[in-house]
């Protein structure tokens, strides 16, 4: 009697001990998923949705899913770049350099549910969003003119609307 007795007693200690290590092991599995979670946060500041820092493009490789887009077409894209420019006045647009060239995209936030900080231009940034082409009008080129703080003379040049590469963010992270 007394063998069976601790014969169960060492099948319940071992299952104990089983059980104890599976959860052990799940906390452990939690503890990394927080602590990734606190290096993202540590690394970028984030404005809109939240986006996560992976599988993005460059900014040259986004200049290259433009190409395909006409007017009134969109997709989805993900991409990195730096910040050439911010509206001075509320931070309601940004643009963003393309590849190597002289092209900018010009980046406006979703529902207006968020702005960047005034000081950001030379910031790396990730945007997650839908990408389009639309033609801008005159006055429109003029107002994201005067936003930016361009002279007189300047805006008074601006007679033709313009072709622009246009982004529509729901998510920003930038590089602190």
Not at 147 to 160: F, H, L, N, P, V
């Amino acid at each position: 009697m007394y063998n069976i007795q601790i014969l169960d007693m060492k099948k319940l200690l071992i299952i104990m001990i089983l059980s104890l290590s599976i959860v052990a092991c799940k906390n452990n599995k939690e503890e990394k998923k927080v602590e990734q979670k606190e290096t993202l946060s540590m690394d970028y500041n984030s404005f809109g949705d939240q986006i996560t820092a992976k599988d993005y493009l460059s900014s040259a490789e986004a200049l290259n899913k433009y190409g395909a887009l006409k007017s009134g077409d969109t997709i989805n894209l993900k991409f990195a770049s730096s910040i050439q420019e911010v509206c001075s006045k509320k931070g309601c647009w940004m643009k963003l350099p393309a590849g190597e060239g002289e092209e900018t995209i010009m980046v406006r936030f979703k529902d207006y549910g968020f702005f960047m900080p005034l000081d950001a231009n030379g910031k790396e940034v990730i945007v997650e969003g839908k990408a389009f082409v639309t033609e801008v009008s005159v006055a429109d080129l003029k107002h994201y003119a005067e936003d930016a703080g361009k002279s007189a003379d300047e805006i008074a040049k601006i007679t033709e609307p313009k072709m622009e590469l246009a982004f529509e963010a729901n998510g920003v992270l930038m590089k602190k």
